[in-house]
């Protein structure tokens, strides 16, 4: 299993008001909480080999120290991260809207799979690990066909709104 620790370099602070940033714990706890327990939609934005955006939503989970997310290899997300890893995923979360940046790359050992499938379970879906891949008896309409490939968000940037106390708004950069 590859850990990275997803700690911010530098915290600016966007918000128009004044406002301190605001510290990266709090997306990323609301994340550790909830992204495997409530119903949470993360939007996934990849771009086409024209150039073209293309954003689907998809159930991911925060798994060791990163969001992870599955794709139907012949999903046009899929292809998409194939062909070019950058890619933003954007969500709501409580009391702080979040968009990710960074490059999403397929994960393929068994450790990462498993701790993965783990996630999920504890959440109400079913996964198991199959091969380099999960698999389960269900899944969205638009996954595709089971197996799915599982990828891991490598962040470069993240901002975040606050809609509740304390408010403001702020970019963290990362490492990568």
């Known amino acids: 299993m590859t850990h990275t620790t997803n700690e911010p370099i530098s915290s600016t602070s966007l918000d128009q008001y004044g406002s301190a940033a605001l510290p990266w714990s709090r997306p990323r706890d609301i994340l550790v909480a909830d992204s495997a327990n409530v119903d949470l939609t993360f939007f996934v934005g ?23 997310f599955v794709s139907g290899p012949g999903t046009r997300r899929a292809r998409n991260l194939e062909k070019n890893p950058a890619c933003t995923v954007s969500t709501r979360l409580r009391g702080i809207d979040l968009v990710l940046e960074g490059e999403a790359f397929r994960v393929t050992d068994s450790e990462t799979l498993e701790l993965v499938a783990a996630a999920y379970r504890g959440g109400g879906w079913p996964a198991t690990v199959e091969g380099d891949a999960l698999t389960a008896p269900f899944t969205a309409p638009s ?9 891991r968000l490598v962040l ?14 702020t970019r963290w950069e990362f490492a990568h």
């Open 46 to 68: 990849t771009v086409r080999p024209d150039g073209r955006p293309h954003s689907a939503g998809v159930g991911a989970v925060w798994v060791d120290d990163a969001l992870h």
């Open 143 to 151: 996954a595709g066909p089971p197996p799915w490939h599982l990828h």
């Open 156 to 169: 470069h940037t993240a901002f975040g709104v606050a809609s509740a106390d304390p408010h403001g708004a």
